[in-house]
């Protein structure tokens, strides 16, 4: 997966576009949240839109992340 690819996430309860308070983390570095918000015709779903660091290895990556200063459970992504 290149630095330029956006991986969607998946997590409840976000009502409207809250990227600009989303965090996340993958193995300690930050990514860019481009989109946290319902996900289109999913009741209940709300989807997280990333821009994967620049030099991200490849494997299993460490996912966290944090909305209203609460982190959620750690979560590993598949990077190629």
Known sequence: M???TSSPFWATDID?????????MIDGMTATVLYASRAPGFTGLNQLN???PADIASGGR???VTWKSVTGLPVTLSVK
């Open 2 to 4: 290149s630095n330029r």
């Open 16 to 24: 409207s576009n809250a990227a600009a308070e989303v965090q996340l």
């Open 50 to 52: 990333i821009l994967l």
């Open 62 to 64: 460490v996912v966290r």
